[in-house]
């Protein structure tokens, strides 16, 4: 039994909060596919330009404030909200968040869109999180 056997609300409010903390924004092939056909960059300039390699893993660079390359300051949203990552497509959704509900709470904390929105099942819940 879980906190979220009846389901979960989520609606991205597009605040940016999850994009301007510490941490990695993983790339999986699928997302490089994605992010060449929608956003209009080519694999060489993201190589060169936006990835980088932690522990042999392919993850966005940051600005050098820790938040993510693509989080445009200036009008609140991210660069290529169509063509984002699994990891961003996904959120809150993560097995990190779900694990417990006290991890659960203290997200949405920092979350608005949390407890809003679009209803997601208990299946829907269980496939997502999987996909990272």
Same mark, same amino acid.
């Given at each position: 039994? !879980?906190?979220? *056997? =009846?389901?979960?609300r $989520?609606?991205?409010?597009?605040? %940016?909060? #999850?994009?301007?903390?510490q941490?990695? @924004? ?25 990835? !980088?390699?932690? *522990? =042999?893993?392919?993850? $966005?660079?940051?600005?050098?404030? %820790?938040? #993510? ?5 200036? @009008? ?27 991890k659960? *709470? ?27």
């Amino acid at each position: 039994m !879980s906190f979220y *056997d =009846g389901g979960i609300r $989520f609606e991205c409010k597009k605040c %940016g909060n #999850c994009c301007n903390v510490q941490g990695y @924004v993983f790339i999986f092939p699928q997302d490089l596919d994605r992010l060449v056909e929608k956003s209009g960059i080519t694999l060489e300039e993201l190589q060169c330009t936006y990835l !980088s390699t932690v *522990d =042999g893993y392919t993850v $966005f660079r940051d600005r050098g404030d %820790g938040a #993510c390359i693509f989080w445009d300051p200036i @009008v609140k949203g991210c660069k290529i909200y169509e063509a984002r990552p699994t990891q961003c497509r996904t959120y809150p959704v993560w097995k990190t968040l779900l694990y417990k509900k006290a991890k659960w *709470d203290e997200e949405t904390q920092t979350c608005p869109g949390i407890g809003s929105g679009k209803l997601y099942t208990f299946e829907e819940i269980e496939e997502l999180k999987n996909k990272l």
